[in-house]
Nanobody, 127 residues
Framework: QVRLVESGGGSVQAGGSLRLTCAPS??????????MGWFRQAPGKDREFVAV????????DYAESVKGRFTISRDNAKETVYLQMNSLKPEDTAVYYC??????????????????WGQGTQVTVSS
């Protein structure tokens, strides 16, 4: 079964940066025509929306808590989506999940509104 694969997580001090990458697990599966997004889940908390980008990169949306610090982008030629995370804070510590959907619509804030999901990558920010 096709899934998404995240990479780039790790441990960093507050104020530091990380870049997450997401790509399909199989080369035969294309995400270039799909909206792509990121969610995160911290220990003991619900999974929450982080960012989403339309298939052509023309539209993006962010959670208020990451606006101005995180940037979502994509390279359709490489079938890859990125999440650049700057000025990281301890409260950004979470497992980050990549998601994909056929549409960029009203359900973009809903994890279950997507069609494909990754296994997650851990991001830990220390103070």
């Amino acid at each position: 079964q096709v899934r998404l694969v995240e990479s780039g997580g790790g441990s960093v001090q507050a104020g530091g940066s990380l870049r997450l990458t997401c790509a399909p697990s199989e080369r035969t599966f294309s995400v270039s025509r799909r909206a792509m997004g990121w969610f995160r889940q911290a220990p003991g908390k619900d999974r929450e929306f982080v960012a989403v980008i339309s298939w052509n990169g023309g539209s993006t949306d962010y959670a208020e808590s990451v606006k101005g610090r995180f940037t979502i982008s994509r390279d359709n030629a490489k079938e890859t989506v990125y999440l650049q995370m700057n000025s990281l804070k301890p409260e950004d510590t979470a497992v980050y999940y990549c998601v994909a959907s056929r549409v960029y619509g009203s359900r973009r804030y809903d994890y279950d509104g997507y069609d494909y999901w990754g296994q997650g990558t851990q991001v830990t920010v220390s103070s």
